[in-house]
């Protein structure tokens, strides 16, 4: 009997791993553990989960004797830890291996909507320029403010990044961090109203929803920029779109939307938000080490050994 | 009888800095001068100088009292500096307050190629991530090898962002210069080699035609991307786009071209290639100050003053 349930999408590459390391059955969602039969899911011991749809007591409750789930992706929001911890099931995450690429992504971002790299692309390769002449004048970004909300492991290399932009650091969380002199706000709204570019870099999940309010939004003002690269259910989605219809703010660039990949079609209509995929950390030597370090936290499990990354 | 000529196609904002400061005459191009009357010719002591056509002896003789050239933009290979030099005819140019926009438009170009986000942002716009679901991966830039070809002012600006993407930064310049352990190369072709991203940031002009050649392309390899800045001249262009079309290097991110705004039609064929229209600099607030710094230049010389940023 296999120990290990692996549930997502994953590619073929995660899947020789997998298959390699763990031979575990493969399941497209967590729909589908209900399909197995009962002496199959009492054998698992171990799921390696990928995806955003729940994973929660219903799932549990179908396989009786698991004892970890390792999510892949630093995010695990799908998974109901709390419902988890009750029932002594560990949870781990893939921490660490994909900040660099989360930052890098944020930061293109912002100078893509500030300089407007889309338009100006679209207007050399349309013939505008040949014909016209000059693309417009835009946006200064170094030496800007610039606010991060959340200064967890991606919200600092983040800001380590746009300080070599010379940029003004002010940041929200929880706790004062130690920084080479940036600014704390204990207060979000004061944060928005101290910047002209804010970027998102809280953890999912319930008590981050709607963190960046619609009061937020407000106090960015008409020459603010909101940048999200944490997840869609951080942000009041339909005040954003208010707020870029309006022209209450000055744009977005954004990676992670609500109801992913079948995002709100107002986005699609505005010329003044740069659109992602959520594909933050969606390069082939990340996601390799996010597997990699998916596998060997259930390697850990099955070997009685301690979870190398865990959440609860 | 007015004493300064600006020359170029200057916008609704310079053209009031100029009026209010200096009074010009204003021409659309160099080759305007000649319809000038010779009393008109002969009255003008300073050209304010903005565009790519080029400025030689045949307007300086149109001009016997002319004294100096003030260039808008750091680049100022359109005027032919040997020959105002032989006249007595001093020139400046604005360095330093382009260079972090010209940077900033460097590493988004860089991250924009690496991470393939303006074909994302296609997927995401076109319905394909909705119907076909994650986009597919690419390739991280954090921590790879980059080289800058001239560590000059802008060389430097994006040498020091890179830092913070622990980037791994080689470069070639004349002679080494001090910098944080960074690795100089005497030649470009060992540069182009030791580095998977080759950003150019040379001066142009004769001195540094096709410096970046049909040799330096090659070696920089299957992974390679060249990013270009400076000037179109300073890279074999004909080299380039076979090694695009063939593959010999994986892609390129460029702001400058050949014969642009009409810029040869192979590259809009190519689907590995960012494209910018010569906006390294074009932002609200770089163009104001290089405005003003150009203006300053023309009234330091009309009071009899020491040019303020002199190339010759």
């Known amino acids: 009997m296999t120990h290990t349930l692996a549930i997502g999408p994953y590619n073929d590459d995660e899947k020789q791993g997998l298959t390699r390391e763990l031979s575990p059955i493969y399941l497209d969602g967590p729909a589908s553990v209900a399909n197995l039969d009962a002496a199959q899911r009492e054998a698992i011991k171990a799921v390696a989960y990928k995806g955003h749809h729940a994973f929660g007591a219903t799932e549990m409750d179908l396989l009786p004797n698991v004892g970890a789930v390792a999510n892949y992706g630093v995010g695990y929001d799908a998974i109901d830890v709390k419902e988890a911890s009750a029932r002594g099931i560990k949870v781990s995450n893939t921490p660490g291996v994909l900040n660099d690429d989360v930052a890098d992504l944020a930061v293109a971002m912002l100078i893509m909507q500030g300089r407007e790299m889309e338009h100006a692309s679209a207007w050399a390769r349309s013939g505008k320029w040949a014909e016209q002449g000059e693309y417009r004048l835009n946006r200064k ?35 004062e961090k130690d920084t080479p002199g940036w600014t704390h706000h204990a207060d979000p709204v004061s944060l928005a109203d101290a910047v002209d570019y804010l970027i998102v870099a809280l953890v999912g999940g319930p008590d981050t929803e709607q963190f960046v309010s619609k009061e937020v939004i407000a106090a960015l003002g008409s020459r603010g920029v909101l940048v ?49 995929p959520h594909q933050g950390s969606g390069t082939v030597e990340t996601r390799a080490a996010m597997a990699k370090l998916q596998r060997d936290n259930v ?10 990354t865990p959440v609860n």
């Open 299 to 308: 390697l850990a499990f099955l070997g009685a050994k301690e979870l190398l």
């Open 141 to 175: 970004v170094s030496g800007g403010r610039v606010g991060i909300v959340g200064l967890g492991r991606i919200g600092r290399e983040i800001a380590d990044r746009l300080a070599a932009f010379k940029m003004d650091i002010h940041y929200w969380s929880r706790s």
């Open 228 to 276: 999200n690269i944490s997840r869609g259910s951080t942000v009041d989605e339909g005040a954003l779109l208010d707020a870029l219809e309006s022209g209450a703010i000055a744009g977005a660039a954004l990676d992670v939307f609500l109801n992913e990949p079948k995002i709100d079609a107002r986005f699609y209509a505005l010329d003044n938000v740069v659109i992602q």
